[in-house]
């Protein structure tokens, strides 16, 4: 999960009621599939951009926000699985004080501040929030999790709201890393042997795997922080958005 900059808003939208439908209208569809790379705005899975897989995700549930229905800076883009698993769930914050209720998942409406993640909020990476298990040398670890950072509230609310931790989703992340060990393996070979045009090829592929418009780039960026290819190879981790 990366941050995502939001884009203008549709015309379609300046002068929507607010009891329209019109967040669902093909221009606004198009302008967030273009504005997320064409990415789910959770788990960062490919989305098509016609037909099915995919749905308007409303931030602040429409159901319960009926106001922000067709409010541009409360809509996203979610594939089936994120949206369906998020639905009318909204985590918020409903107090500070240590042993209290801190978090509430109930469709209310409330002043409390969201809990989990909006990637498109300004000022907020998710990076800062979520992380992914990526240690292939612990033999019992659940490879390709995500945890909070830090014990981030807003990183461990989000994971359990969209359902990060998703079965497809872990295989999903199992497979991409073991190819990015493998990718790993042959740039320490190559620097070993002082092959430069290896070491900038694999460079290079690792770096187009990190770009804001690749799938699961979060993940890929994570492993690349855990096991210091910033430094060994200057490989160029990016932080946010590109």
């Not at 602040?60 to 067709?70: A, E, L, R």
Request: glycine share 8%; net charge neutral.
């Amino acid at each position: 999960m990366i941050s995502i900059r939001r884009g203008f808003c549709p015309s379609v939208l300046a002068d929507a009621p607010v009891d329209g439908i019109h967040y669902n209208k093909k221009a606004v569809v198009e302008a967030l599939h273009l504005m997320q790379n064409g990415k789910c705005c959770y788990c960062e899975a490919f989305i098509p951009d016609e037909g099915h897989g995919k749905a308007v995700e409303h931030f602040h549930p429409k159901s319960v926000y009926k106001h922000q229905k067709n409010d541009w800076i409360n809509l996203l883009l979610a594939c089936d699985h994120c949206n369906g698993s998020k639905s009318d769930l909204f985590p918020v914050r409903l107090s500070d004080i240590e042993g209290g209720v801190t978090v509430i998942y109930k469709p209310l409406t409330t002043d409390g501040s969201p809990l989990m993640i909006d990637p498109s909020e300004h000022g907020i990476d998710p990076e800062d929030h979520i992380t992914f298990v990526v240690d292939l040398r612990k033999e019992n670890a659940m490879h390709g999790l995500p945890v909070a950072k830090n014990g981030s509230q807003k990183g461990q609310a989000t994971i359990e709201t969209v359902r990060l931790d998703a079965s497809y989703l872990l295989r999903v992340r199992q497979q991409l890393l073991y190819t990015l060990s493998g990718m790993m393996i042959v740039l320490h070979e190559a620097k070993a042997v002082s092959d430069t045009d290896k070491i900038q090829t694999y460079k290079a592929l690792f770096e187009s795997r990190m770009a804001h418009k690749s799938p699961y780039a979060g993940f890929v960026r994570a492993f690349s922080r855990h096991y210091g290819l910033d430094k060994q190879f200057q490989l160029r981790v990016p932080r946010g958005i590109d």
